[in-house]
């Protein structure tokens, strides 16, 4: 039974908020590191993987909004699973949120350290990050949409300056298409294979995964059945559009080999571009890009352990909302003090891998859950649940081998930890 002693959250969000909300974490991180390994993975091919990761994108995106709308509550597809599925869907949904985006906050903590940090002090920076930001969202949702405009609206400058720069140098030199699909071992569209493409869908599905994050905070959203399936869907067109045109821009200045072989891609075609000038708010940019994400992340897995712990399936006592600022203070501090401690040791790299498992396997749930509610709760089309959890698991299983090793075993502990709950909770009964 779910146990609502800590008190309600308060509806204070719109959906121009919760657009932003979306936006900030869909194109945090993500557009400045995910190319990268994408294009080790498929080359030019990532342009194809781009275009299968925003179709799933989509298609777990309309999940998420028809569930949304009939349970406007707290929790996303850990409370959908669990109302149309059963307890252990709905608790294997939350623990791969609650994982992959722990891991996630991690790497959007390095990766704004790394753009800003003097060497050496990478890591106590990503650690002041996470606990700058906490304190944030310690003091309010409002407060927390509020630094999120500032961050979109930032970010969002660099990345139209950073498109401008790529587009112009391509049209300039006349050598665009030829670069972006200059031969060889990865060059071409198709030269990765679809094993290599498949994999670099499933890499970019991580930066399309953010607009989880409005589902999450549906207890704070005014009207939340017609607010959130709005935002959803505007965050993810929007992103969708940013993506492609700086993926089509940086492989036509660099060309497959040139966004496969730097951490920075984006940077690296600025300063090829001609733009120079422009490299500083590049790293700008992707710092800010970073905070945003990391910023509704832990927002959004602390809305989800708020849920978990109501009904017990982590420790009663993260169910404790805010008396004055209405927030799951218990829950955000612990999730901070978990992220500082994974910094510690994190690879920035691998946590790209780890999180897309986890949160593919959360959307795996969302599919399954709107696929079984009923026509009056309907607003898409069954094909699209069928299409996004078979999608879902075709992509988790041409993840990297690392990734799906470190991400069966976490989720071998949770279910273990279930079990051994269940069985402490009858035993006492």
């Known amino acids: 039974m779910a146990n609502n002693a800590g008190g309600t959250l308060a509806r204070r969000l719109g959906t121009v908020d919760a657009v932003t909300i979306g936006l900030g974490s869909m194109i945090g991180a993500g557009v400045f590191a ?22 799933v994108a989509y298609c777990n995106a309309t999940s998420s909004a028809q569930l949304a709308a009939a349970y406007p509550s707290s929790g996303g597809t850990y409370l959908y699973g669990r ?3 059963g ?43 996470v606990l700058g930001l906490a304190a944030v969202n310690y003091r ?27 587009f112009s140098a391509a049209g300039n030199s006349g050598a665009g298409l030829g670069r972006m699909f200059d031969g060889g071992t990865n060059g071409g569209l198709f030269d990765g294979g679809w094993y290599g493409i498949l994999q670099s869908a499933g890499l ?11 589902a999450t905070m549906g207890e704070e959203v005014i009207r939340p059945e017609r607010t959130i399936p709005r935002a959803i869907i505007i965050s993810l067109g929007i992103a969708v559009v940013l993506y492609a045109a700086v993926a089509t821009g940086i492989l036509s200045v660099l060309g497959p080999h040139g966004v496969a072989g730097t951490p920075t891609p984006l940077a690296a075609a600025v300063a090829e571009s001609g733009w120079s000038w422009l490299v500083p708010f ?34 009663i006592w993260l169910a404790a909302v805010h008396p004055r600022f209405k927030v799951p ?52 089309p069954k094909a ?44 006492r009964s």
């Open 140 to 166: 309010g949702v409002t407060r927390t949409a509020r630094l999120a405009r500032i961050i979109v609206a930032a970010v969002l400058a660099v990345l139209l300056l950073i498109i401008a720069a790529c």
């Open 282 to 315: 590049v790293s700008i940019g992707a710092a800010l890009a970073a905070l945003g994400a990391l910023l509704a992340l832990i927002a959004g897995i602390g809305r989800t352990t708020l849920a978990m712990a109501r009904d017990a399936e982590l420790p």
């Open 83 to 85: 109302q149309q599925l």
């Open 204 to 214: 970019l599905f991580f930066a399309f995964a953010g607009y989880a994050r409005i």
């Open 87 to 129: 307890e252990w869907p709905g608790f294997l949904a939350g623990w791969g949120f609650v994982i992959g985006k722990t891991a996630s906050s991690a790497a959007m903590a390095l990766t704004f350290a790394a753009y800003l940090a003097p060497e050496g002090w990478e890591r106590p920076l990503a650690i002041a990050a």
């Open 329 to 380: 203070h218990r829950a955000e501090v612990a999730l901070a003090v978990v992220v500082c401690l994974v910094i510690a040791v994190a690879d920035l790299r691998g946590a790209i891998g780890f999180s897309s498992f986890g949160v593919l396997l959360y959307y795996l749930v969302a599919n399954l859950a709107a696929f079984t509610q009923d026509n009056a709760q309907r607003r898409f």
């Open 34 to 55: 995910a190319f990268t390994p994408a294009a080790q993975s498929a080359g030019a091919g990532l342009l194809v993987g781009l275009v299968i990761a925003a179709v």
């Open 384 to 427: 699209l649940q069928v299409l996004g959890a078979a999608a879902c698991v075709l992509l988790v299983a041409t993840l990297p081998p690392s990734s799906l090793i470190a991400g069966a075993a976490v989720f071998a502990a949770g279910i273990l930890y279930r079990l051994l709950r269940l069985r402490f909770a009858a035993a």
